[in-house]
């Protein structure tokens, strides 16, 4: 037995995938990247019963294992490379109790891939809501598997994943579906031409457009008794795979699953009515973006301004307690201050990860997307760019790796490309000190002109984002397929702790990705301020005054040369 | 008729796929022959259209919706 079990997370979005994951994992996790591809790459450890550990990996949320993204492409990469060193022992598949049929389908797929799977009936608090009973044993027996049915909202089944996951060997590793019966003449061809490989696992070669590292394409070309097929064939015969997976997920439902539709209830139609309406939802996404513009320029300013003091006071105490000399110098006006430069941001970023997570945890941010599309398409991009537009006003880095999810190739790029014109949250000190210096005080019906420069450099900003959109969309001659298909899932209420977990990551992120550079650049400005022209420079009125009074210059002469320059 | 012609509030059934325009992860999430479909919600201009295909709700472009077949339950 291996002393760490690797054990990957699978499941469409919108299951709760992230939140198993922050239940089995909770802060022992950290987040990467698959290399050369932004992809976040989310692992933690888990510890079993009997002291072993699991090695979590989550990954990206994804319909079924034909790839059509590139953190789809990921999953698959993975579970076909039996020498990557995640390759995973146990699959846990991650599927949410209301949608059952659908999540199922990547279900069969991977119990067809002969790995060892476990099934997980996420938010099952809901059943009772729904009208939904379950009869687990049934399902067992017919998906030939163990399921844990939980609910990482009421902290239940857990313990069960767990004992499970340990106890992977005990599972079966027998297909739901026979590939061959999708077409029997074309697969006992390839079954003759590759005797030793899986069926379904040179299907998924086949048809599938990702780097499987050493199975190549061109070998399964190049054997002459196996003829290929053309492409409009080939998804043909996908069309009829899914057709027969959901002929025996259906099959399998009927015996283990029964809804009563009259208990159910359904939140989701009455606040769809409003929150997609054709006024009432444009108006209250406005709100909401006006509510995190107040959070984020007004009320996060009173930590702000403590952190602001705590680091002035702190580099002033380190100033007047430690010898003078260079090194005070360093430390009190360029690592300290550097430090006060990442500190201060904290809030707003915060603020602004706060009310995205909670935006997209509720599932409201899939209506935004809905409502903003048509929009967007005159521009070249798709209602999915809004949300890096959003999240581009805290920081550009997170907000282009959101694009990933937009599947027209096209409108990803120009969203990546023009998403840094939305004004991010760094820009936002030099732009108020420009005000400062520049925009006189005053008021323009109760709103300060200062107040105002700042809303119009965010406009002008989106401006130049929207407008560069739309010259990309007229110069780029990319042929991709357009195409757009977004899920809207059912509203519910943010967990704590994923929404927790979330602003953490990303701050944290923030300050050791940007911070580092912050704080070089800061302490090479301490040097250039210190060792540069320096004084003379910042006494250059008096030093000039001197000069001009020892050549006996008078006071009023004085004043008009001083008010010249 | 096509998809693209159903009115809000209506119901339909799913007669024919064009598989050669449609994605196939619209046929995996459950956009198939014989599955049930209802225009929940319409954005302005009805596009894009929010519909629920056999209890999986989801939004698609009008102009993927053209190649979708379907048979109002009335006609």
């Not at chain 1, 005990?170 to 005797?195: H, R, V, W």
Request: proline share 4%.
């Amino acid at each position: 037995m291996p002393k760490q079990i690797n054990v990957a997370l699978i499941g469409n979005p919108n299951t709760g995938k992230t939140s198993v994951f922050n239940a089995l994992t909770g802060l022992n996790q950290k987040v990467g990247n698959y290399p050369g591809i932004t992809v976040e790459k989310k692992e933690g450890v888990c510890k079993l019963p009997r002291g072993v550990k699991a090695h979590i990996i989550d990954l990206p949320g994804t319909y079924s294992l034909n790839a059509s993204s590139l953190d789809e492409s990921v999953v698959i990469e993975l579970l076909l490379n039996k020498n990557d060193k995640d390759y995973p022992d146990v699959a846990v598949v991650i599927t949410d109790v209301e949608n059952l049929k659908r999540n199922l389908l990547i279900y069969t797929q991977i119990k067809d891939l002969e790995i060892p799977t476990i099934l997980v009936i996420n938010m099952s608090d809901r059943m009772a809501y729904k009208g939904i009973s379950l009869d687990i044993e049934k399902l067992e027996a017919h998906l030939d598997t163990k399921i844990a049915l939980i609910s990482t909202r009421k902290k239940q089944g857990v313990d069960n994943l767990k004992d499970l996951i340990s106890n992977y060997q005990n599972l079966s590793i027998e297909p739901c579906l026979s590939t061959q019966d999708i077409d029997i003449d074309y697969f006992k061809g390839l079954k003759k031409a590759f005797p030793n490989q899986s069926l379904y696992k040179l299907w998924l070669v086949i048809t599938q457009d990702v780097n499987f590292g050493k199975i190549s394409r061109n070998t399964i070309k190049d054997t002459s008794s196996f003829k290929t097929k053309k492409d409009s064939d080939l998804k043909r015969l996908q069309q009829k795979e899914t057709i027969k997976r959901y002929q025996f997920i259906n099959n399998v439902l009927k015996e283990g699953q029964t809804i009563d539709l009259k208990t159910a209830k359904d939140l989701r139609i009455k606040l769809d009515r409003i929150l997609t309406h054709k006024v009432w939802g444009y108006l209250i996404f406005g709100i909401i973006l006006l509510t995190i513009f107040q959070a984020i320029y007004d009320w996060s300013s009173v930590p702000m301004d403590f952190i602001d003091n705590a680091f002035a006071s702190l580099s002033d105490w380190t100033k007047n307690t430690l010898p003078a000399g260079a090194f005070t110098n360093l430390l009190a006006e360029g690592i300290i201050s550097g430090l006060g430069g990442i500190v201060i941001f904290i809030p707003q970023i915060a603020f602004l990860f706060l009310f995205i997570a909670v935006l997209e945890e509720s599932g409201y941010m899939s209506r935004v997307v809905f409502l903003m599309d048509r929009i967007m398409r005159r521009f070249g991009l798709s209602g999915k760019s809004v949300v890096p537009l959003i999240s581009g006003t805290a920081c550009a880095i997170p907000a282009i790796m959101a694009t990933r999810n937009i599947e027209s190739w096209k409108e990803r790029l120009i969203t990546i490309l023009v998403t840094p014109f939305t004004t991010c949250s760094a820009r936002l000190p030099v732009y108020l000190i420009i005000i400062s210096l520049v925009i006189p005080e005053g008021r323009f019906f109760g709103l300060s002109y200062q107040a105002l420069t700042l809303m119009l450099l965010y406009l002008i900003g989106f401006g130049a984002a929207v407008g560069s959109a739309w010259i990309l969309n007229k110069i780029l001659k990319i042929k991709s397929r357009k195409f757009f298909v977004v899920e809207m899932p059912n509203y519910k209420l943010p967990l704590f702790k994923n929404v927790a977990l979330t602003v953490l990551e990303k701050t944290k992120s923030f300050i050791f990705g940007a911070g580092k550079i912050i704080l070089a650049i800061s302490i090479v400005l301490w040097f250039l301020a210190s060792y540069g022209p320096g004084t003379e420079f910042n006494n250059a009125e008096e030093i000039v005054t001197e000069q001009y009074a020892s050549n006996n210059l008078s006071q009023i002469e004085l004043e008009q040369k001083n008010s010249l320059s | 008729m096509t998809l693209a012609e159903l009115k809000r509030g209506q119901n339909a059934i799913i007669t024919d796929v064009s598989s050669k325009k449609i994605p196939l992860k619209l046929l995996e999430m459950g956009c198939l022959p014989g599955n049930s479909v209802e225009l929940v919600q319409v954005a302005p201009f009805s596009d894009p259209m929010y519909l629920n295909i056999n209890g999986t709700h989801l939004a698609i472009r009008k102009e993927t919706a053209i190649h979708i077949l379907i048979e109002t339950n009335d006609a």
